[in-house]
């Protein structure tokens, strides 16, 4: 039995009026998600061509962007053919070993020193600027940084919210609050 149906005492936060609407709004939620992902597909491929451009000096290009979204589509299929449980964990742990290993490159050959006295004066900027900046509207001195923020990677992140929550909340089922804040947040 729906315990949203009418009559069940149940119904959804704003009533069981809604109801009436819910295929409306499915679909409104679904175009948002189609739309949060065309997004993030073009955003992404824009950034992956940008970086093969500046390391390999390939120019960005159409062409390039197609054969940026061929690989992240083939991945994505392969991801979901595999099963979404296995080929998460395989996508996964290949990201994990790819980062621990451009770590280790980048802390063996890099410039070490610099990066770790970069790496804690940025985070005391950071903690020091954070609600400055968090509710710095702009308008008094007209500066231009906050508004320079585009609308569009807002729409992104609200098309891809409920996405993420629920992802979060499915990979944190039978955790504390306490082991997914450290895991999530802190590591």
Request: net charge positive; proline share 4%; aromatic share 14%.
């Given at each position: ?17 809604a ?58 299929v ?12 395989i ?20 410039p ?14 950071y ?15 007209q ?11 807002w ?18 089922r039978?955790y ?12």
């Amino acid at each position: 039995r729906n315990p949203y149906s009418r009559g069940s005492g149940g119904g959804p936060l704003v009533g069981d009026g809604a109801l009436r609407y819910s295929r409306g709004i499915d679909g409104f939620c679904l175009f948002a998600l189609v739309a949060g992902m065309a997004a993030s597909l073009g955003t992404g491929t824009m950034t992956l061509a940008g970086g093969l451009e500046n390391v390999t000096g390939w120019k960005s290009s159409p062409l390039l962007w197609g054969i940026v979204i061929a690989v992240v589509v083939a991945t994505f299929v392969v991801s979901s053919i595999s099963g979404v449980i296995k080929g998460i964990r395989i996508l996964s742990d290949i990201n994990a070993r790819v980062y621990f290993l451009l770590l280790v490159v980048v802390m063996v050959l890099g410039p070490t020193a610099f990066m770790l006295n970069f790496s804690t004066e940025a985070f005391g900027a950071y903690l020091s600027d954070f609600f400055r900046l968090s509710l710095m509207t702009g308008e008094i001195f007209q500066e231009s940084w906050p508004k320079s923020w585009p609308v569009f990677y807002w729409c992104n992140w609200l098309a891809w919210t409920p996405i993420a929550a629920a992802f979060l909340a499915r990979i944190s089922r039978g955790y504390t609050i306490s082991q997914v804040i450290r895991c999530n947040f802190v590591i």
